[in-house]
């Protein structure tokens, strides 16, 4: 059964940070790419980091380019995204998701940056 499971969000101050991870299951995680998306209230999901099969290439939406790192494990199956000098405007739900043929979306880990 394909799963994905993310964690790692919480409440946290301008200026600081976050790690979320993403463990995915029940495929082989090391052929996709892996993508972390953001989703606000009342928008549509956004793709905020992308890294490749190897993890040797990545990429980031203009947004968090400097602040956010997207790194992965293809042994434990998990993706990270290391988040620092978080704003307030980085508050969102974020979700992992493969590409090209994404799966069904996890719960999704809140992340609320705030003083």
């Known amino acids: 059964q394909v799963q994905l499971v993310e964690s790692g969000g919480g409440l946290v101050q301008p200026g600081g940070s976050l790690?979320?991870?993403?463990?995915?299951s029940?495929?082989?995680?090391?052929i996709y790419?892996?993508?972390w998306y953001r989703q606000f209230?009342?928008?549509e999901r956004e793709l905020v980091a992308a890294i490749?099969?190897?993890g040797s290439s990545t990429n980031y939406a203009d947004?968090?380019?400097g602040r956010f790192t997207i790194f992965r494990?293809?042994?434990k199956s998990t993706v990270y995204l290391q988040m620092n000098n978080l704003k307030p405007e980085d508050t969102a739900v974020y979700y992992c998701n493969?590409?090209?043929?994404?799966?069904?979306?996890g719960q999704g880990t809140q992340v609320t940056v705030s003083s």
């Open 26 to 30: 029940g495929f082989t995680f090391s």
């Open 41 to 43: 209230p009342g928008k």
């Open 98 to 105: 493969r590409s090209p043929v994404r799966v069904d979306w």
């Open 63 to 65: 947004s968090v380019k």
């Open 33 to 35: 790419v892996m993508n």
């Open 52 to 54: 490749s099969e190897a």
């Open 19 to 24: 790690r979320l991870s993403c463990a995915a």
């Open 73 to 75: 494990d293809n042994v």
